[in-house]
């Protein structure tokens, strides 16, 4: 059973993107990442529709769930959302969040992942207007707020995110000091050492990094060595 820890083992939680993994290797690669102090498996899930890439569903969440204990941080880039929930909350997810425009009823999908026993929260494009989570705060465990368009990894940060970080932790801050529940931020997208710094004093406390951690030089300490440093590059 993976239970998620209220507060990170360290300052910030680090979520891999297996995007960036060898798929060929996949079980191999998540025990990697665990071993080199990742909190989180990033899931990320791809249609064709919402966003113009394909990429993994529910059998492959199922497939790597033994072979991690850390909780699987699902992100549906998919629409609709809805039939996909029950199925990935049965492989092993712990966390599932959808982008908004993506789902007729937010509400409803919201309520839906929390029954089935998981994490849930919204994800925003770019462009998505924070005002999304206006009327849904108490339903959300997590806000995902995207500093790329969603659809590849490798890309580069959107300097405009740094000011919505700001905005979104302003929110949660108020929706926490009137009594409510805490809400983690969490950032997704063109996170690099040189710049998760001002990520983290922009507010996010969890950080997505794909294309940073596996492809990650083994001189300079492979997995381990880059987490280890985007966690020293967070704190100071
Ligand atoms: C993009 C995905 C991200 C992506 C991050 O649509 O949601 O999780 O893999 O990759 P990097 O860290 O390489 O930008
Ligand atoms: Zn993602």
């Known amino acids: 059973m993976t239970t998620i820890p209220a507060t990170p083992a360290s300052s910030i939680r680090l979520a891999p993107s297996i995007l960036s993994a ?3 290797r996949l079980g191999e690669e998540v025990r990697a990442i665990q071993a080199a102090g990742a909190d989180l498996v990033h899931f990320d ?3 064709n529709h919402y966003v113009p890439n394909l990429t993994i569903g529910p059998l492959v969440c199922e497939a790597i769930r033994p072979h991690v204990s850390i909780p699987i941080d699902v992100h549906l880039m998919v629409e609709p959302v809805d039939a996909l929930i029950p199925l990935f909350a049965k492989a092993g997810a712990n966390i599932i969040t959808f982008h908004p425009e993506a789902s007729r009823h937010v509400d409803r999908t919201l309520s839906m992942i929390r029954e089935l026993g998981c994490k849930a929260g919204l994800v925003l494009n770019p462009a998505t207007p924070v005002d999304w989570l206006d009327h ?6 997590i806000v995902l707020l995207m500093g790329v368009n969603p659809g590849f990894g490798g890309q580069k940060l959107i300097p405009g995110t740094l000011g919505k970080l700001r905005a979104v932790r302003q929110r949660i801050e108020a929706h926490r000091a009137g009594g409510g529940q805490p809400i983690w931020l969490e950032v997704d997208g063109g996170v690099k050492t040189d710049n998760i710094g001002e990520i983290v004093r922009a507010g996010a406390d969890t950080c997505v990094a794909g294309s ?4 990650a030089p083994d001189a300079d300490g492979g997995y ?3 987490m280890r440093e985007l966690r020293r590059r967070a704190t100071l």
């Open 212 to 215: 940073a951690v596996f492809g």
């Open 22 to 24: 060898d798929f060929a």
């Open 224 to 226: 381990a060595g880059v």
């Open 45 to 47: 899930v791809m249609d």
């Open 136 to 141: 849904v705060m108490d339903k959300l465990d």
